[in-house]
């Protein structure tokens, strides 16, 4: 099979370099596995960080949505360049488990240990950033920080369906970032693979659970929001809608066109 030096095609992608990925990934040890889950948690939450104060002070509403869904990108292109363990980029192990390339266990105990790991990575960043001051203090939040409380307060009012239905449309453009990022052969290419797709997510209002993690932290450190109302009105469907989204719209159908029908 050819390779093009700038990047490779999609059969290339799902029946090689997918399932080789998975398998290192499911056979990673679980303290691994933590460690660079924690990694992932808090690159992020830097992308988040950055987007605040990125769309502090944009008042065209379109303008705002794009500057910080631009910005946020950076948190995933962390996680894929640097090299770390990100849950909604991990469903995509669900695929090369339908393979029967890897053991649905591994899968499993991966999504587990990554995202405890992402949990903790974003908890810790955002009280280190709180207790920083950069955002300012919860009775004075500056403009940064009012943006932070704001995105973290409007979360928790999303109905179960929205919650779950934006996770669903987020992590299908995740997932696609992930796998057009593995088809670049360069950084730059790596780069631009990971901005439209991530950009397009953040812009449209779709619902990140990792994010919300590090958003919503933030937001009950402000004392805006409830540890235990982040959890029932937000993250726990988001996470479902993570987990169905591409399963449906990404996992099956490349499933379908080069594995289950590749020899017609």
């Known amino acids: 099979m050819s390779t093009n030096r700038l990047f490779l095609m999609p059969k290339q992608i799902y029946n090689e370099v997918l399932p080789r990925v998975c398998a290192v990934k499911a056979a990673m ?47 995933l292109m962390l996680v894929v360049i ?25 899968v499993l105990r991966n999504w587990l240990f990554v995202y405890l790991g992402n949990f903790v990575g974003s908890v810790v960043l955002a009280w280190m950033v709180y207790h920083s001051g950069i955002l300012g203090s919860a009775m004075a939040p500056n403009q940064a920080g009012d943006v932070m409380v704001s995105i973290a307060a ?6 179960f369906w929205q919650a779950f239905l934006r996770g669903m449309l987020c992590n299908i453009l995740v997932n696609l970032a992930i796998i057009t990022s593995m088809a670049a052969q360069t950084i730059e290419g790596k780069i631009f693979a990971i901005l439209f ?40 469907p988001v996470t479902l809608g993570n987990i169905t989204g591409p399963i449906i719209f990404t996992v099956l159908p490349y499933y379908f066109v080069y594995y289950y029908w590749k020899k017609e």
């Open 29 to 75: 040890p679980p303290s691994k596995q933590f460690v660079l889950a924690i990694l992932a948690g808090m690159y992020i939450g830097f992308g988040a960080v950055f987007a605040s104060f990125a769309m502090s002070g944009v008042e065209i509403f379109g303008l705002k949505k794009l500057v910080g869904g631009v910005v946020f990108s950076t948190g």
């Open 82 to 106: 640097a090299g770390a363990e990100l849950f909604t980029g991990n469903v995509l192990m669900s695929l090369t488990c339908i393979m029967r390339k890897i053991h649905l266990k591994g």
């Open 154 to 159: 409007s979360k928790v009012f999303l109905g």
């Open 197 to 236: 797709p991530i950009s397009a997510f953040v812009a449209s209002g779709f619902e990140h659970s990792v994010a919300n993690m590090f958003f919503l932290s933030m937001g009950a450190f402000f004392g805006k929001v409830g540890w235990g109302q982040m959890w029932t009105a937000n993250i726990i």
